[in-house]
């Protein structure tokens, strides 16, 4: 099973543009909205009020001529085209509208009276009252007035046309309408190349950010040569202060990881040097002992006393020879690689198994011949090896162990699984299987004692070869997956003998 790091989802580096142009739009919409009513109320009072004030003159000269003819007639000289003039005598309706074309006074119909009769009359005896209303007639809509003709001693409406006026608020309304759309889209097109003009530092910024958290902190040494630009790391602006502060904590980390890797390269030569010097008394130790035992006669408690201290001065050496391996694939990772035949290679290990440990089930499945990887074999039959082992140290006798060797063909890689109908690792232990000098003492059971250096030993040999291990258990299914590059088999990479690119162990 492939083990994968979880990248948290960054989000999208124009989401604050987008807010801003959201902002942006929103607020030149509202106040165009707003502006537009406001201008469109204003001019609907002010036009209505220049056409009270027509009426009002038409409605004295109506009255005027009126008075001077003293017969009644309603159809006064001078009115203005569309002018309205009626007149009530008691249940005596009579008048008409000067036509707009011929300018001739034509009749209205009785039909037209009932709007007018519904005009309030509670003024027409109030000095100086003057109150037009709307009037929905068969001629078209009216602003009439009601007034009382004292030289008749009747009810003289009159009245002027609204369609002029509806008609200039309309495109009145439709003008601010497009003044407004061409406001929000010029605005929108400003706005957008002001505010990505002013957001691109902190892109840049942003962008070294990225930079610094794809790289790899955890493998080798590191060397953090991203830096915001000088223009982008001035103190006083918003972007300037964060550009600064992130280039202080990047020479901070960088100074961190100088030192870590400092400390490291001490512990490593320390390690290899300890180990170095640890061999030769470890020989010596285990050969005095072995002579102790072959010449000299003990008591049984003696002698088994003599067996554990070789037992012991053996497991040390190994332990000693796994810790100079370890620093040694640290410093220089320095493998003889050659084509190998992933195949070929775990087919004769699992039958070396199945020969010294037959108290396991020992299988072996190639499901793709001729699957050849780039490799260093002594290194790679050691990581097969310790897989292996690990299988059969950590589960009791009668299981079996399955190596399975397959193809990738979505990633290109090939495939070793090591499969054990085991007790299973437990699951607090799982996340740590692959660090150093951890053991799986409550996790699977087994007698032989282990060092906990031999998967993480596995785990630096095969990311040292550009692959990846890991690691899935349940009881009685455990599976340890070995992925590595796969070649071509007519393929000869170039350098059979190299250094594969430093792994973190």
């Not at 090939?414 to 150093?436: K, M, S, W, Y």
Request: some cysteine; hydrophobic content about 40%; overall charge negative.
């Amino acid at each position: 099973m492939s083990m994968f790091t979880t990248t948290p989802k960054v989000s999208s580096p124009h989401a604050l543009q987008r807010k801003l142009m959201i902002i942006l739009l929103t607020s030149v919409t509202a106040v165009s909205a707003l502006l537009g009513l406001l201008y469109n109320a204003g001019m609907r009072q002010t036009l209505m009020d220049q056409l009270g004030d027509q009426l009002k003159l038409t409605t004295e000269r109506a009255l005027n001529y009126s008075q001077e003819a003293g017969n009644g007639r309603i159809e006064a000289p001078g009115q203005s085209a569309g002018t309205l003039t009626a007149r009530f005598d008691r249940l005596v309706f009579v008048g008409g509208v000067l036509d707009k074309k011929t300018g001739e006074f034509k009749q209205l119909g009785q039909q037209d009276a009932i709007p007018m009769v519904q005009l309030p009359v509670s003024d027409l005896h109030t000095p100086g009252a003057f109150h037009p209303r709307r009037a929905n007639l068969t001629v078209g809509d009216y602003y009439l007035v009601a007034v009382q003709d004292a030289g008749t001693n009747t009810v003289l409406v009159v009245g002027l046309p609204l369609s002029d006026t509806d008609v200039a608020l309309r495109e009145m309304a439709w003008l601010t309408l497009f003044i407004a759309m061409i406001l929000i889209v010029g605005a929108g097109l400003a706005g957008s190349w002001l505010i990505s003009r002013s957001l691109a530092p902190l892109k840049r910024v942003a962008g070294v950010a990225a930079s610094v958290a794809d790289t790899d902190l955890d493998s080798g040494k590191v060397e953090l040569t991203q830096r915001v630009a000088e223009e982008d790391a001035t103190p006083g602006t918003e972007v300037g202060n964060v550009g600064y502060a992130l280039n202080a904590m990047i020479d901070n980390v960088s100074t961190a990881l100088t030192a870590r890797e400092k400390s490291q390269a001490q512990m490593r030569q320390f390690v290899a040097d300890a180990s170095h010097e640890l061999r030769t008394p470890l020989s010596s130790i285990r050969g005095y002992t072995e002579l102790l035992a072959a010449t000299e006669h003990f008591s049984p408690d003696g002698q088994r006393s003599v067996e554990r201290v070789l037992q012991q001065s053996h497991r040390m050496g190994s332990l000693v020879e796994n810790l100079l391996l370890l620093a040694r694939l640290d410093e220089a990772n320095a493998f003889r690689r050659t084509k190998l035949d992933l195949g070929l290679l775990t087919a004769d290990i699992t039958e070396d198994f199945k020969v010294t440990a037959d108290d396991h089930i020992w299988e072996f499945d190639c499901q793709d011949p001729q699957t050849f990887v780039y490799a260093d074999s002594s290194s790679l039959r050691r990581v097969i090896t310790n897989l292996l082992a690990n299988a059969r140290k950590h589960t009791s006798p009668g299981n079996t162990v399955t190596a399975t060797v397959r193809q990738d063909p979505d990633s290109n890689e090939a495939v070793l699984l090591v499969h054990d109908t085991g007790e299973g690792i437990d699951a607090d232990f799982l996340p740590t299987v692959f660090e150093r000098f951890t053991r799986a003492d409550k996790a699977r059971s087994g007698s032989d004692g282990t060092t906990g250096l031999g998967l993480p030993i596995a785990k630096s040999i095969v990311e040292a070869h550009g692959g990846s291990i890991s690691v899935r258990s349940v009881p009685g299914d455990t599976v340890f997956e070995v992925r590595l590059p796969l070649i071509d088999q007519d393929a000869e990479p170039a350098g059979s003998a190299g250094r594969s690119p430093k792994a973190s162990v």
